[in-house]
């Protein structure tokens, strides 16, 4: 699978994929990025891509011609390039999301700057807008890379095990149970007694439980929904 970054700041976003688990999957050839900065693209005498807002307001927007001009290179020759644009004012993006474009062949990954992106762009380029969340960041640089990571992790072969998908938060209607390690005691804290015991069935409801209640605790719109969806 390709990713594309359309980004003034490259190497915001290069570094993260020098290490671990997304630096094998490229060593692998499980996926691949490259980059395109719309300064490469624009027009303008004095090399600049932003503007002050049409109708007053604090701060610059990032103009249309080199955004526009940057995305019509990269889809002239990749036709079927998924163009996301990331955004606070957008749909939140979520687990389903990083499985289904997972699928795709070519995501393409557009960060704004400054106070965003002339929305003239965003109407005509974008198959899909996503939020991280109710925040907001320097730039999109970031969120992309959020996207990127989760997106990432859902490709064929990418994660060693892919059993590890399967047992995290998200996969159900529940947020991720607690999980332990060695020692068994660790300054006066004790694992679960239960998980010492090797009765694989009841740390299975032992786990279901857990879950349900820190589902409940931290995100009780989640755990409304899964109670209504197991009724």
Do not use: W
Not at 103 to 114: P, W
Not at 160 to 189: I, R, V
Not at 196 to 206: A, P, R, V
Request: hydrophobic share 35%; with cysteine.
């Amino acid at each position: 699978m390709h990713f594309s970054f359309v980004t003034l700041f490259p190497n915001l976003i290069k570094g993260y994929f020098s290490e671990s688990i997304l630096k094998r999957a490229i060593e692998d050839e499980k996926i691949s990025i490259d980059f395109y900065n719309p300064r490469d693209f624009t027009t303008d005498k004095h090399n600049r891509v932003d503007a002050p807002m049409i109708g007053g307001g604090a701060g610059m927007l990032m103009t249309p011609q080199p955004l526009m001009d940057t995305l019509y290179a990269i889809k002239k020759n990749s036709p079927n390039a998924h163009v996301v644009f990331v955004s606070p004012v957008a749909k939140r993006f979520t687990q389903n999301d990083a499985k289904r474009l997972a699928k795709k062949e070519h995501v393409v990954f557009v960060s704004g700057r400054y106070e965003g992106i002339d929305e003239r762009v965003i109407e005509t380029q974008a198959d899909e807008l996503f939020s991280i969340g109710d925040f907001i960041l320097t730039g999109g640089e970031l969120a992309s890379l959020v996207l990127c990571d989760a997106v990432s992790r859902n490709v064929k072969d990418v994660l060693g095990n892919s059993d590890s998908l399967s047992m995290e938060s998200f996969e159900s209607s529940l947020l991720e149970a607690p999980s332990f390690t060695k020692p068994k005691n660790y300054e006066g804290n004790q694992v679960v007694s239960e998980f010492l015991k090797g009765n694989h069935s009841k740390i299975t409801d032992l786990k279901r439980g857990l879950a349900l209640c820190k589902t409940k605790y931290f995100r009780p719109d989640l755990y409304k929904k899964g109670i209504t969806h197991e009724k």
